[in-house]
C-alpha cells in the first residue's frame, strides 16, 4: 500500500468519522414536537418576534444546542373534570349540580405561551383547581339567576351561559372549554322528584288507559280470531263433509259399477236375443203374407163383394121396418103424452089434498098443546094460591112425596148387614122397625122445619113469589135439596130374655105416592 492510498484512506475515514459525529450531534441536538405537545425554548438571547422571552414550536422541529438552550414541553391534550356544586335557584331551593368539564391549552401561540407562563412544570392538580374555581363560582351565579324548571327543561341554554361566562377567564389562562355538560341536577328536599309526581301520575293513568284499550283492542282481537278459526273450522268441516259425501258417492258408483257393467251386458245380450226374435217375427210375417194373408185377402174380397150385396138388401128391408116401426112409435106417443097428463093431473090434486090436511092436524095439535099449557098455569096458579092459604097441607103433601126417599135413606145402612143377631124374637124385630119409624117421623119433622123458612119470605110471611116458583118444583127436585141429615147410627134394640138369629130386613119398598 503506497503512501498516496494509506492517506486516501484516512482521509476517507476522518471523513467518515466526521459524518458519523456529525449525525451524532444533530440527531442529540434536533428536537421535534409531537402533535399533542408544544416545546418552549428559551435561551441566553431574549427577545422573539412575538415580545415573548421563549420561543414556542408546535408541529415541527429544531435545533436545540445544549447548555445554549433550555427545552421544555407543554402538553396540547385535554382534560375532563367533573364539577359538582352546591347552589341556589330563584326559587331559594338548594340544588346540587353535577358536570363534567373537558378543556384543554388552545393550539393558538397566545394561549399557548399563557397556558405555559401559569401551568408550565406545575402539578396537574394546580391546573385542575383553577378550573373548579372559575366554573363553581359562575355556575352558582347562573343557577342563581334560573327557576328549577327552566334548568331542567333547558339544559343547553343553562350550559351554554356557562360557556359564554366562563371563556373569558379560561382564554386568560390560555385554555379552551371544548365541552361542558350538566349531567345531573338534584334537589335534598326532593323538590324535583315532587315535580314530576303530576306528570308520572298522568302518566301513568294514561299507561294504564293505554293498556286497558290495549287489552281490550287484544281481547276484541282474540275474539275475532276465535270467531274467525271458529269460522274456518266450519268451513272445513263442511268442506270435509262434502268431500267425504263425494268419496262416498264415489264409492257408491264404484260399487255399483260391477253390477251395472253385469247389466248393461245382460242388456245387450237381450237386446240382441230381442233382435233376433224381431228378425224371425218378421221372416215369419212375411211367410205369413205368402201362405195366408194373400189367400185370405182374395177370399175377403170375394166374401166382402157378397156381403156388400146382401148389405144392400138388408138396408132396403131394415128402412122399410124402420118406417113402419116409427109410425107406430109416433102413435104410441101421442097416447102415452095424453095418459101422462091426466095422471099429473090426478097428483097434483091428491098433493093439494095431502098439504091441507096436514096443515089442519099441525092447527089441531098447536090448539092442544096451547090448551095444556094453560091447564099447567092454572094447576100452578091455584097451587100457589092453595100454598098461600093452606101452607100446613101444601107442606105435608110435599113431605109425603118425600117420606119414601126419607125412609129408604134411613134403612140404608141396614141393607151393608149380611145378618145380625135380634133379641126377644119378632117382638126384637117389631121394636126395630119401630125405632126406625120413629126416625123417620124426626126426620120428616126436620124436613117440614127446614122448608118452612125457605116457603115463607125474611118477615116468616110467604112470599106470593116464592109460592108459585116452590109450587111448580116437583117434589122429587125438592126432596133432595132440603133433606135433612140422616143420624150418625141406628141405635141398637134393648136387650130381652130370648135371642134369636133373623138375616137382616131389606130396605123398605118406598110407598107409592
Known amino acids: ?47 422573539h418576534a412575538e415580545g415573548m422571552g421563549f420561543k414556542i414550536i408546535t408541529g415541527s422541529g429544531t435545533i436545540v444546542i445544549p447548555g445554549l438552550v433550555k427545552v421544555r414541553t407543554l402538553s396540547l391534550m385535554a382534560h375532563e373534570s367533573e364539577i359538582t356544586v352546591p347552589c341556589v335557584s330563584q326559587q331559594k331551593i338548594r340544588l346540587d349540580l353535577r358536570g363534567v368539564v373537558v378543556y384543554k391549552v388552545g393550539d393558538d401561540n397566545r394561549s399557548i405561551a399563557n397556558a405555559a407562563r401559569r401551568f408550565l412544570d406545575r402539578p396537574a392538580q394546580e391546573l385542575e383547581s383553577k378550573v373548579m374555581n372559575v366554573f363553581v363560582g359562575h355556575l352558582r351565579a347562573i343557577a342563581g339567576s334560573m327557576t328549577v324548571e ?56 294514561n299507561a294504564r288507559i293505554a293498556r286497558a284499550q290495549a287489552d281490550q283492542t287484544a281481547v276484541a282481537q282474540e275474539q275475532t280470531a276465535q270467531a274467525q278459526i271458529a269460522e274456518s273450522i266450519r268451513s272445513t268441516e263442511i268442506k270435509k263433509a262434502g268431500f267425504q259425501a263425494e268419496i262416498d258417492r264415489a264409492q257408491k258408483q264404484a260399487g255399483q259399477q260391477g253390477p251395472l257393467a253385469e247389466a248393461q251386458a245382460r242388456q245387450a245380450v237381450v237386446e240382441q ?89 099441525g092447527l089441531a095439535e098447536a090448539d092442544a098443546i096451547k090448551a095444556r ?36 135413606a134411613a134403612a140404608e145402612p141396614f141393607s151393608h148387614v149380611g145378618q145380625f143377631t135380634v133379641l ?44 108459585a116458583a116452590t109450587a111448580s118444583k116437583p117434589a122429587a127436585q125438592l126432596a133432595p135439596a132440603r133433606r135433612a141429615p140422616a143420624p150418625a147410627a141406628v141405635p141398637a134394640p134393648k136387650a130381652v130374655s130370648a135371642s134369636k138369629v133373623v138375616d137382616a130386613p131389606k130396605a123398605p119398598d118406598a110407598p107409592k105416592g
Open 1 to 47: 500500500m503506497t503512501d498516496s492510498q494509506v492517506f486516501l484512506l484516512a482521509v476517507g475515514i476522518g471523513i467518515l468519522v466526521f459524518l458519523l459525529v456529525f449525525v451524532i450531534l444533530f440527531k442529540s441536538m434536533w428536537r421535534i414536537a409531537e402533535p399533542d405537545e408544544a416545546l418552549i425554548i428559551s435561551a441566553v438571547r431574549k427577545g
Open 424 to 467: 126377644n124374637g119378632a117382638q126384637g124385630v117389631t121394636n126395630a122397625l119401630s125405632e126406625v119409624i120413629q126416625q123417620a117421623g124426626a126426620l120428616a119433622m126436620v124436613a117440614r122445619r127446614t122448608i118452612t123458612p125457605l116457603l115463607n119470605g125474611p118477615d116468616g110471611q110467604p112470599t106470593p113469589g116464592n109460592d
Open 373 to 408: 099449557a094453560m091447564a099447567e098455569a092454572a094447576g100452578i096458579e091455584s097451587r100457589a094460591s092453595a100454598l098461600s092459604k093452606n101452607q100446613e097441607a101444601v107442606i105435608a103433601q110435599q113431605i109425603a112425596q118425600t117420606m119414601p126417599d126419607i125412609v129408604r
Open 273 to 361: 236375443e230381442t233382435r233376433v226374435a224381431e228378425l224371425q217375427a218378421q221372416q215369419k210375417e212375411q211367410q205369413l203374407q205368402v201362405d195366408v194373408r194373400k189367400p185370405a185377402d182374395a177370399e175377403a174380397y170375394r166374401q166382402t163383394t157378397l156381403a156388400a150385396a146382401g148389405r144392400d138388401v138388408r138396408i132396403r128391408q131394415a128402412e122399410a121396418a124402420a118406417q113402419e116401426v116409427r109410425l107406430a112409435a109416433e102413435a104410441q106417443a101421442a097416447a102415452v103424452k095424453v095418459q101422462a097428463e091426466a095422471q099429473a093431473n090426478a097428483t097434483r090434486l091428491n098433493g093439494q089434498a095431502d098439504g091441507d090436511a096436514i096443515k089442519a092436524r
Open 150 to 205: 327552566e334548568m331542567i327543561s333547558d339544559q343547553d341554554k343553562f350550559a351554554q351561559q356557562v360557556r359564554e361566562r366562563c371563556t373569558v377567564e379560561m382564554e386568560s389562562f390560555g385554555l379552551v372549554i371544548d365541552s361542558f355538560q350538566i349531567q345531573a341536577i338534584t334537589s335534598p328536599s326532593n323538590y324535583i322528584e315532587n315535580l314530576a309526581v303530576p306528570h308520572q301520575a298522568e302518566v301513568e293513568q
